[in-house]
């Protein structure tokens, strides 16, 4: 069975457009004024605003948002190649994403970061940009770790923008009708990010090709009625045909090596369209009614045969012999076959509604949504191994045999996935919030919501609230606290199990949060300063047991786990040169869990330290100059055997190995040419990996002729000299 996008997202759209415009057309001659700021005492409590012109300014192999995010603290990513990002020991399918009010969803199937491509949000777009690591309010959905909230711009007047470097290109163009009732941008986008995964130690042929165009339109039809739309079309294709990998590994006393020749390619295909209409209702200056329907599909398809013929060896560890690195001592050949038809159609529509009251102490709002979920998967995925003409693990060696060859059982495979499903399920969720003045000193925010899923018949009840506290007397002081309820209710992923099936009886995940801050504001240098600090505490219970494999996350989809995540963060922003702000963030955490009862173990995500440092200067003697500078050090994040979530009790041995520190610094260089005719235009050198550190994202694990395995460790991107060319008009 296949769906048809087309009928399905486009119609309903249409539909609804129709119906609202007919609606609206009834003239009415009231005069709304939109209260500017109506929003602060939400803004007040547990989210942080960031400027998104910064992410046009950071260093960046993904020249995004997400980048800009994984600067804050408390978020941690160990991966340039991908957006995804890891919030206060939660995994990257724990994180809201809103644009416009409206849950934005990634794909299902991509399993590396060389494979991710674009991500959804458009910077040349983005107005503001919010982001809470905790105790956020009850208006965001149920998800355990973090909330990105994003607005798209509204323009008054035409502009645009053009840029051009060596990994892509993108363009966008806004503007607003001479009545200012109709309003627009789109943005295109194209990227490759085939000049970087040169650096890779797997050579071969990479074409990879990421391509989106991104439109919104605003219509104001008469004072009390609004129409917008959020469109956006995906096309991402990634093809290698691989040919050979050297990699040095081990100790300076034991230098081992590991030589792979392939065959085969491998071809993956993540396409998506994403559809939101909303219509906005203001019957009275202080309230508003807003309805929205919006739709998403994911079009996914992961074909590969790779077949690699390995040797593993001792190697001379004589550094000043001609022969140092060479093989030395044979310790294990073989060849491994991975294959994968691997294909996902999901569509999810949604149909939402928010109302919000303004008084003159008090801002009420409230909502209703419904989501339905159609998913088709076709799960085709082995591994086949053989070593010295043994096919391993060789089925005429298992004991029931007694040693003796049986011709009537064929080879066993490994990681062997096989399943095909058809799943259809229905969401219905409720919030009602209260964002109070209690006092010119004191502000408070208080919300429940409400969810029900017909898959697993769970209801939820999640009760949420902050504390805002800025008194007359320490003017340069803001305290806060946030706890509530927060329920993950597992999504597809979560559900399906190691051998492809379906878990009927999962439950939803649960956190607690408790969250307390302070913000100091200073003066360093005589200019403004703003201190962050906080500390928190997560409960977690129902856990599902993952783990984490580049940017792939296997569950055991099992509830058998409980946990806790707590930590401290700080952040330090200001101007250190005056025009250009600079920041440094600093989190230290600790996350583990019990699995089925057993020790508490770190969890996948237990990053024990992260510092991030994003520093700009300009030289004095001529500003247009500019030097962005990106610093990263995150320490190790726990492994184990890949085998490790069908084995409990390896999964309760974790964090016994971790992986080398995260150490990475990005340079920019930039000169801004004032005196362009049309517009601005920007001139930049960018140098990826400035030290060229050997950063490890996952391992691959080989055997020897003894059956002993050793972890080679898969290697991120190498020194990278980027040029690019940007114009605003």
Do not use: C
Not at 169 to 188: C, D, F, Y
């Amino acid at each position: 069975m296949r769906m048809n996008l087309k009928t399905g997202l486009f119609t309903i759209l249409l539909s609804l457009l129709s119906v609202s415009v007919t609606i609206a057309q009834t003239k009415d001659t009231t005069e709304i004024h939109e209260i500017s700021g109506v929003d602060i005492v939400a803004n007040r409590i547990n989210r942080l605003a960031i400027n998104p012109l910064s992410a046009k300014n950071l260093p960046s192999v993904n020249n995004s948002i997400e980048a800009l995010i994984k600067t804050l603290p408390g978020v941690n990513s160990n991966n340039e190649l991908s957006s995804q990002y890891s919030v206060r020991g939660g995994n990257f399918d724990e994180n809201l994403v809103y644009v416009n009010d409206v849950e934005i969803f990634r794909p299902f199937l991509i399993r590396s970061g060389e494979q991710e491509g674009l991500s959804f949000i458009n910077p040349d777009l983005v107005s503001t940009v919010q982001f809470s690591a905790g105790g956020f309010d009850a208006k965001y959905g149920d998800k355990m770790a973090s909330v990105l909230d994003i607005r798209y711009k509204r323009p008054n007047t035409f502009a645009g923008s053009v840029s051009l470097d060596l990994l892509g290109a993108s363009a966008h163009l806004e503007g607003a009708s001479k009545n200012q009732k109709w309003k627009g941008l789109i943005g295109v986008r194209q990227k490759s990010n085939q000049y970087l995964l040169g650096t890779l130690e797997t050579k071969g042929d990479y074409r990879p090709s990421f391509t989106d165009v991104q439109a919104y339109v605003f219509h104001t039809l008469n004072p009390r009625w609004e129409l917008d739309f959020l469109g956006n079309i995906s096309l991402n294709k990634y093809q290698l045909i691989p040919s050979s990998r050297h990699t040095r590994f081990g100790t300076v006393s034991n230098p081992m090596g590991l030589y792979i020749y392939f065959e085969g390619q491998e071809i993956d295909r993540f396409n998506s369209v994403f559809g939101a209409f909303s219509a906005t209702y203001r019957p009275h200056v202080n309230l508003q009614h807003r309805l929205t329907i919006s739709g998403f599909q994911s079009v996914e398809r992961e074909f590969f045969d790779i077949l690699g013929a390995y040797i593993l060896s001792e190697t001379s560890a004589d550094p000043g012999s001609d022969e140092f690195g060479d093989p030395r001592t044979l310790m294990g050949v073989g060849t491994y076959l991975n294959h994968a038809r691997n294909e996902l159609n999901a569509i999810i529509y949604n149909l939402s509604y928010q109302g919000r009251f303004l008084t003159s102490k008090m801002y009420w709002l409230w909502g209703a949504k419904f989501q339905r979920e159609d998913i088709l998967d076709h799960l085709n995925e082995w591994k086949m191994v053989d070593s010295m003409g043994y096919t391993l693990p060789n089925p005429q060696t298992l004991p029931e045999n007694f040693g003796f060859p049986n011709p009537s059982r064929p080879p066993l495979l490994q990681n062997v996935f096989k399943s095909e499903h058809h799943l259809i399920s229905n969401r219905y969720q409720a919030f009602l919030q209260n964002n109070m003045e209690v006092s010119s000193e004191l502000a408070l925010v208080m919300g429940v919501r409400v969810a029900y899923w017909d898959f697993n018949k769970e209801f939820l009840v999640s009760p949420r609230a902050s504390l805002t506290y800025a008194p007359t007397n320490l003017t340069d002081w803001t305290f806060r606290f946030a706890t509530g309820v927060y329920y993950q209710p597992p999504f597809y992923r979560e559900l399906r199990d190691l051998d492809g099936n379906l878990n009927p009886q999962i439950k939803s995940q649960r956190s607690i949060h408790f969250v307390g801050g302070a913000d100091y504001y200073l003066k360093l240098w005589g200019r403004p300063f703003k201190l962050t600090s906080e500390a928190y505490y997560k409960a977690l219970s129902n856990l599902i047991p993952y783990e984490i494999d580049n940017v792939r996350v296997r569950y055991l989809a099992k509830n058998i786990g409980k946990g806790y995540a707590t930590g401290v963060d700080f952040r330090l922003a200001g101007e250190v040169v005056k025009g250009a702000e600079s920041w440094a963030s600093l989190s230290i955490m600790s996350t583990k869990e019990s699995i089925d009862g057993g020790p508490y173990v770190p969890r996948p995500t237990d990053q024990r330290l992260n510092f991030n440092l994003f520093f700009q200067d300009y030289l004095r003697m001529n500003s247009n100059f500019k030097a962005h500078l990106n610093l990263v050090f995150g320490t190790g994040l726990p492994y184990g055997s890949p085998y490790a979530l069908k084995h409990l009790e390896t999964l309760q041995r974790r964090g016994e190995f971790r992986l080398p520190a995260y150490r990475r610094v990005d340079l920019g260089l930039s000169y801004h040419v004032k005196a362009f005719r049309l517009g601005e235009l920007w001139l930049s050198a960018e140098i990826f990996n400035l030290f060229d550190m050997n950063n490890t994202i996952s391992y691959l694990w080989i055997s020897d002729f003894n059956n002993q395995q050793y972890a080679v460790a898969n290697y991120l991107t190498s020194r990278r000299l980027n040029f690019k060319i940007s114009a605003n008009f």
